[in-house]
């Protein structure tokens, strides 16, 4: 299984991005009942988690993306996805798709994302 990250970049403020992560290799019925999230990571910090989506469908956002992000998946691609709008300068930072199967935690690869004021 890899998980393959796209669609960073480097915006201006106020302008949005939507990553996307697609799950190569994992089988449907296991893509289905696992949990997604989106992580971020900034220079000289620790990882944080930005949003995650259980197999349940229940969303859970960090304090700081509430109201500007949104998470959400597509089963029949196995992809799941952030919509990032309204972006900030402090939105700077590597960010991380995982998923997390009953055994098996997967992470992708990184994708970078810029926010210049």
């Known amino acids: 299984v890899q998980l393959q990250a796209s669609g960073g970049g480097s915006v201006q403020a106020g302008e949005s991005l939507k990553l996307s992560c697609a799950a190569r290799g994992m089988i449907w019925s296991t893509f289905t009942s696992s949990r997604m999230g989106w992580y971020r990571q900034a220079p000289g910090k620790q990882r944080e988690l930005v949003a995650d989506?259980?197999?349940?469908?229940?969303?859970n956002y960090g304090d700081s993306v509430k109201g500007r992000f949104t998470i959400s998946k597509n089963n029949s691609r196995k992809t799941v996805y952030l919509q990032m709008n309204s972006l900030e300068p402090e939105d700077t930072a590597v960010y991380y798709c995982?998923?997390?199967?009953?055994?098996?935690?997967?992470w992708g690869q990184g994708t970078q994302v810029t926010v210049s004021s």
């Open positions: 989506l259980s197999s349940g469908g229940s969303m």
């Open positions: 995982n998923v997390q199967t009953g055994s098996r935690d997967y």
